[in-house]
């Protein structure tokens, strides 16, 4: 079969855990096992405000996309989002693993972490996160690139791109938005540099992160 783009389902969810797991050997995510991937990729499947599709040859995964429109509709971002809708997989992957607790991106991260325990038990003030969708009400509607990754036997081959290009077209004539932003970690200038030669240009550096937006026509 030739090389396609396909909107994944569920059913095609471990496809994508294993390759995510072949793209980031040293994630935190990786580590937490398949079960707390493929609930952790459900969530692009789960609103209609963030998609999932990938690369395959076959029936083969080689790489993969996911995005999320933000324009103020959704409760939350896309790392509360995910953390939210995966919590019970994440919990029960650290009681298995509970040497996962001294992972780099957890110490990192227990701000966050402990941000969303409460908000899980309902202990957070609605009316902070309510402020933080008005100020998104205000500003244009863009189309975030919340994750790419390659599986690295395929990589060299242009297919980084050819996801980058996938997602163009699907925030065009899906959601009907021109304006596209992504994260991305400060030093890791190899992925900068991708994004660079694929019309994207840096833009507000906060602490660890950079921010990137491109507007496509």
């Known amino acids: 079969m030739p090389l396609k783009f396909v909107d994944t389902d569920k059913a095609q969810l471990i496809q994508l855990a ?11 995510s990786s580590a937490m ?19 999932l599709f990938h690369l395959e040859e076959s029936g083969q995964c080689m790489g993969y996309c996911g995005g999320m429109v933000n324009d103020g509709i959704l409760p939350t971002g896309s790392a509360s ?6 919590f019970k997989e994440a919990i029960q992957a650290f009681l298995l ?17 402990w ?9 957070k003030k609605k009316n902070q996160r309510s402020q933080v969708v008005q100020v998104q ?15 690295p036997a395929y990589q060299g081959k242009g297919y980084g791109s050819m996801l980058l290009q996938e ?14 932003q992504l994260t991305v970690k400060a030093n890791n200038t190899q992925a900068i540099k ?21 507007i496509v026509q």
Not at 168 to 177: S, W
Request: with cysteine; hydrophobic share 40%; aromatic share 12%.
């Open 167 to 180: 997602f163009e077209r699907q925030a065009i004539e899906v959601y009907g938005i021109h304006k596209l």
């Open 97 to 113: 693993r509970p040497w996962l607790l001294l992972h780099p991106e957890v110490l990192k991260r227990y701000p966050f972490i």
């Open 115 to 123: 941000r969303n325990l409460l908000m899980k038990l309902r202990l």
């Open 194 to 214: 991708a994004y660079e030669r694929n019309g994207w240009y840096k833009g507000e550096l906060k602490g660890e992160s950079l921010s990137m937006m491109k």
């Open 137 to 151: 009400l205000e500003r244009e509607p863009q189309v975030g690139l919340v994750v790419i990754g390659v599986d």
């Open 33 to 51: 096992g398949n079960v707390y991937l493929t609930r952790m990729l459900g969530w692009y499947l789960s609103t209609d405000k963030t998609f």
């Open 81 to 86: 989002g995910m953390a939210q809708y995966s």
């Open 18 to 28: 294993i390759c995510h797991k072949q793209a980031f050997p040293k994630s935190l």
